[in-house]
């Protein structure tokens, strides 16, 4: 069982948007501005989308955004776009103890 | 370009021992905290263990403690896993990842490690 709650799957039409929900605790989410969210597509190795809630690497499109709210982080993907069907992981710094904690992971359909 | 190069998985007897190693090339090794996690078959990502950039303490899952130790070779500009006392549930890919503000960025392709007798 993972320490982060994920929605097992997502979906969403073409130019839509789509939320998906990472809930902790006060001692993951809730208490550090670390969360971040990766895109995995099947056979290839995960890539960050979002760090610090709402940072975005470069070259990450922008259709990407993240934010929180007390003990859960959202991803936001807005314009949907065939290539953004993958698993999706959020993750949170939980303190020296536990360091990194990791989602489930949720399935964005792209219908 | 940033490029992890993960090698040292394989096949190994529950109880035995295998170390990973991750080939870092592309940025200043010893300025960046690296990480290993891992994806058991179908699964979700696990955390495994960080080493900071400045070397000092080190992060281990509680899975893992004991078991497993990180560590790295400046000189070599490579990332290690020892790994002992090999169960079934560590059968996974383990990838090596860049820490970036508690974030890991990039990631390796990965190397598998299955333990089965």
């Known amino acids: 069982q993972s320490a982060l709650t994920q929605p097992p799957s997502a979906s969403g039409s073409p130019g839509q948007s789509v939320t998906i929900s990472c809930t902790g605790t006060s001692s993951d989410v809730g208490g550090y501005n670390y969360v971040s969210w990766y895109q995995q597509h099947p056979g290839k190795a995960p890539k960050l989308m979002i760090f610090?809630?709402?940072k975005r690497p470069s070259g990450v499109p922008d259709r990407f955004s993240g934010s929180k709210s007390g003990n859960t982080a959202s991803l936001t993907v807005s314009g949907l776009q065939p290539e953004d069907e993958a698993d999706y992981y959020c993750s949170s710094y939980a303190g020296r103890d536990k360091y990194v904690v990791f989602g489930g992971g949720t399935k964005l359909t792209v219908l | 370009e940033v490029q992890l190069l993960e090698s040292g998985g394989g096949l190994v007897q529950p109880g035995g021992s295998l170390r990973l190693s991750c080939a870092a090339s592309?940025?200043?090794?010893?300025?960046?905290?690296m990480s290993w996690v891992r994806q058991a078959p179908g699964k979700g990502l696990e955390w495994v263990a960080t080493?900071?950039?400045?070397?000092?303490?080190?992060y281990h899952a509680d899975s893992v403690k004991g078991r497993f130790t990180i560590s790295r070779d400046i000189s070599k500009n490579t990332l290690y896993l020892q790994m002992n006392s090999l169960r079934a549930e560590d059968t996974a890919l383990y990838y090596c990842a860049r820490q970036y503000s508690r974030a890991f960025d990039p990631w390796g392709q990965g190397t598998l490690v299955s333990v089965s007798s």
């Open positions: 592309g940025f200043t090794f010893s300025s960046y905290g």
């Open positions: 080493l900071p950039g400045s070397g000092g303490d080190t």
């Open positions: 610090e809630v709402s």
